[in-house]
């Protein structure tokens, strides 16, 4: 029989069903104590910000609320739901691409601390909008360094087009970008903001990062007399989602990122004074599992496949990404390997396929499946592909366990629709 959190798999399919997102709070908890206690600095103040689109909900705002982390939001949607959790809208980071003037509008009047401008046309937009108001703002302006950092591999000269931030190798625009939340007294220019990429399992990546970033302000500072006071690195950091996988552990992330600053600001004397990082799946991937019921087994010729009762519209990470999970049968785990099976979804799609191979003991119609690390962009991609109800999802911690999303109905599904 296995647990999660002291809690028996069994109980929680039998009081919730399946298929469902169980997250270990503890492990939770653990995550977001060991970085607020690791990103720690005598020189810099330091902040993280929880990047909320790898799981967003009122539950999990509130304990990074709890241990006084910040929020990036890339939507009004993600604001709406950490100010929903409660969290003081100075701590809320504004982050995208492409935010709207109703996107802006909605974060000056709930009085959202930072935007991070992504390009010229939005600084352009902001010193519109908010010159001559009574708002205030901090910004960022978020660069690419030109560094793509991608598992297992970094390149530094990468992804120059990236649609993200403006690229260094476009000095003028940034130049014009920041010089137009210079000019304006109701924007605060604070400094630079970059982020390389996710699942990164090379530390020398974001050691390239915080090298340009802080050659860029000093750069910055000498040509045009531009000078910040804030860096914020990004997220990126990597979990362990197969045995394959080696994550720099969070304590050395935090440990280089730190050290590798004070050596640039010894170097380099920006001036910098605040530090950031914006961890989104390291916090709450590996604490995350999505249980399943399994149905038929069908055999082809080339394969044995499992089918549960959920798939690619709860998680579409293998099929979008090809991304490895591990999983196991409950009460079955010391049981000897029987065969390396396929574990397929329910969805009408041939692609929906969550583990394509993995050594199972011998499963029986009516087990459970327990796939692991299943906590970031799982629920948070969901879908109603197949007009499948999205899943409940449920804390468990200490041998208790509680709703935090409930499970969708068919009537939610149709509640927004007209005849
Ligand atoms: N900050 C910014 C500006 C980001 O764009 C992201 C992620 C993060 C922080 C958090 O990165 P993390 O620590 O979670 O790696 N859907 C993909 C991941 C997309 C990440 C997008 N940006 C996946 O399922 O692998």
Do not use: W
Not at 271 to 284: C, D, F, H, N, T
Not at 373 to 384: D, F, I, L, N
């Amino acid at each position: 029989m296995s647990m999660i959190a002291d809690v028996p798999v069994k109980d929680l399919v039998k009081t919730y069903g399946t298929p469902l997102v169980v997250y270990d709070a503890g492990a939770l908890r653990s995550r977001l104590k060991e970085f607020t206690e690791n990103f720690q600095s005598d020189r810099f103040e330091t902040g993280i910000l929880y990047a909320s689109k790898a799981f967003s909900c009122k539950a999990v705002l509130k304990l990074a609320n709890e241990y006084g982390l910040y929020v990036d939001a890339v939507s009004c949607g993600e604001i709406h739901t950490a100010l929903a959790a409660g969290y003081d809208p100075a701590k809320i980071v504004f982050h995208g691409n492409n935010k709207t003037a109703d996107d802006l509008q909605y974060a000056l009047t709930k009085g959202i601390g930072t935007i991070v401008v992504d390009n010229l046309m939005e600084a352009q937009l902001l010193d519109q909008m908010i010159r001559g108001t009574d708002h205030t703002i901090h910004t960022l302006v978020r660069v690419n360094p030109g560094i793509s950092a991608h598992t297992h591999h970094y390149i530094v000269t990468g992804h120059v087009d990236s649609k993200f931030g403006i690229s260094l190798l476009n000095e003028s625009e940034l130049v014009d970008t920041i010089r137009i939340l210079k000019d304006n007294p109701n924007i605060s220019f604070d400094g630079f903001h970059s982020h390389i990429g996710s699942q990164i399992f090379e530390k020398q990546a974001f050691v390239e990062e915080i090298r340009k970033l802080f050659e860029t302000a000093a750069d910055f500072r000498e040509k045009y007399g531009i000078s910040c006071n804030t860096m914020d690195f990004g997220g990126g950091f990597a979990a362990v989602y197969t045995e394959e996988d080696h994550p720099i552990p969070i304590k050395e992330v935090c440990d280089t990122i730190l050290s590798t600053c004070t050596e640039e600001e010894d170097r380099l004397h920006t001036g910098i004074q605040k530090v950031l990082i914006e961890p989104g799946r390291s916090i709450v991937a590996e604490a995350g599992y999505n249980l399943y019921t399994v149905g038929f087994l069908k055999k082809t010729p080339n394969r044995s496949y499992v089918f549960v009762d959920g798939g690619m519209s709860d998680n579409i990470r293998p099929a979008l990404y090809q991304a490895k999970y591990d999983a196991y049968i409950d009460g079955k785990e010391t049981e000897p390997v029987k065969e390396t099976m396929t574990v397929a979804g329910k969805c009408c799609e041939s692609g929906d396929i969550l583990i394509e191979a993995i050594d199972l003991p011998e499963v029986k119609s009516g087990d459970i499946l327990v796939m692991k690390t299943c906590g970031a962009y799982g629920y948070a991609m969901a879908s109603h592909y197949n007009k499948l109800p999205l899943p409940a999802v449920v804390f468990a911690e200490d041998g208790n366990h509680r709703t935090v999303i409930r499970r969708e109905t068919f009537e939610h599904m149709i509640a927004l629709e007209e005849d």
